[in-house]
């Protein structure tokens, strides 16, 4: 048992590239399990951040949940300036549609369901996690945002020196992107799932302002939205910490007392 919590199987979900590949950690064949799926960041391109940031969090929930299973995610890359010949050419929406692809095969393979899902996402991870809300409905029971990237005319805005990454992720169209997905966000009286948004104040690559925005925007939907500030350690630090494993043991904790009343 104690094998599973250390070494996932990394299984191909996609048939076109390297990237295309998950870490399973399944130590629950039971079709009622819980899952915590985790969508990387790192502005849609860097090579460095893969699907090993969200193994932390997975270590430290599997031991204490014998009925979760976890996986995390890995999705083709766009080009990066400082890896000019890593091969990586990705463009939105061969991102989003890995992941969709990712998720499927969880659901068919292994018969990971929405209602006992918690899909977390880390900054780029985010609006790839909203964006598979959007897309189809309830992606997850709730979905949790960590310093996450939400509206990418915002970010922009805010700062000028992030437009490179996001034309080279979504090419000189991506001002259209947040519309889709604002156009599309899942409502609460339709089954929209919990949101939490977590941010730490020493993220020194983003501010509060795009999870106080996503959190104003979800809330008009009807959906129900905590927002979680608080110091976590810089941008890349605060996935890996303590505040965000308390985050999702108490969405889980959640979920099982929904099923034992509706049981
Ligand atoms: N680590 C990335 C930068 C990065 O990930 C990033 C920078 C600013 C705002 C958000 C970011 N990541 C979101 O996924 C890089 O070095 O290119």
Known sequence: MTATF??????????????????????????????VTFIHG????????????????????????????AAS???????????????????????????????????ERYSMRREKTVLVGHSAGAYMAFQV???????AAVVVGIGGVYHLGRLVEEYADYEG?????????????????????????????????VHSSQDELLSFGQSRYWAGVLRGRGRVVKEVYGAMGNH??????????GVVEAELEELEMESAKGN
Not at 7 to 34: F, I, K, N
Not at 168 to 192: H, P, T
Not at 236 to 245: D, F, I
């Open 133 to 139: 809300d959007a897309g189809c409905g309830a992606a």
């Open 165 to 197: 990454f996001v034309e080279r992720a979504f090419g000189g169209g991506w001002r259209q992107v947040d519309a889709e997905g604002l156009a599309e966000v899942e409502d609460g009286g339709k089954g929209g799932g919990r949101v939490v948004l």
């Open 73 to 107: 995610i890995n999705y083709r890359l766009s080009p990066h300036p400082r890896y000019p010949s890593n091969g990586n050419a990705a463009k939105h929406p061969d991102h989003i549609d890995d992941v969709r692809l990712a998720l499927s095969f969880l659901q």
């Open 6 to 35: 250390n070494t996932p199987q990394e299984m191909p979900y996609g048939p076109a590239h390297p990237l295309q590949v998950l870490d399973l950690y399944r130590q629950c064949s039971d079709p009622d399990a819980y899952w």
């Open 236 to 245: 890349n630090e605060a996935p890996k910490g303590t505040e965000l494993v």
């Open 42 to 69: 790192g502005a849609w391109s860097d090579p460095e951040m893969t699907k090993s940031g969200g193994h932390p969090l997975i270590r430290s929930l599997l031991p204490k949940y014998p009925r979760l299973n």
